[in-house]
């Protein structure tokens, strides 16, 4: 199975940039999709950001496009979240999140949590400003 642990959260005034990290763990091979989702408090988990491992697609929800890049290291097995021009509708907890092969749900779209099996704990994004 694989797990995974991310980093990198924190405070940051708007217009502030961070880069969160999540190391992944386990049978790695096995996960083609993986993202980055976000939850407010009384807001619905959304998908911010995916990436297709196997060719390197990425997808982005309209309201982080052009200022979030999504990136995996492969070496490191450590996937990337930059996020620039941050902006206080950002502040969430912040999940990474993978799709391995034995998940029993449908792929539903990149960004729609139901098609991952596989989450972090969690890293709190607070954006002030």
């Known amino acids: 199975q694989v797990q995974l642990v991310e980093s990198g959260g924190g405070a940051v005034q708007a217009g502030g940039s961070l880069r969160l990290s999540c190391a992944a763990s386990?049978?790695?091979?096995?996960?083609?999709?993986m993202g980055w989702f976000r939850q407010a408090p009384g807001k619905e988990r959304e998908g911010v950001a995916a990436?297709?491992?196997?060719?390197?697609?990425?997808y982005y929800s309209e309201s982080v496009k052009g200022r979030f890049t999504i990136s995996k290291d492969n070496a490191k097995n450590t996937l990337y979240l930059q996020m620039n021009s941050l902006k206080p509708e950002d502040t969430a907890m912040y999940y990474c999140?993978?799709?391995?092969?034995?998940?029993?749900?449908?792929?539903?779209?990149?960004?729609?949590?139901?098609?991952?099996?596989?989450w972090g704990q969690g890293t709190q994004v607070t954006v002030s400003s």
């Open positions: 999140a993978a799709r391995t092969a034995n998940a029993l749900t449908r792929l539903s779209g990149a960004l729609n949590p139901v098609s991952y099996n596989v």
């Open positions: 386990g049978s790695t091979y096995s996960s083609n999709w």
């Open positions: 990436i297709f491992t196997g060719i390197g697609n990425t």
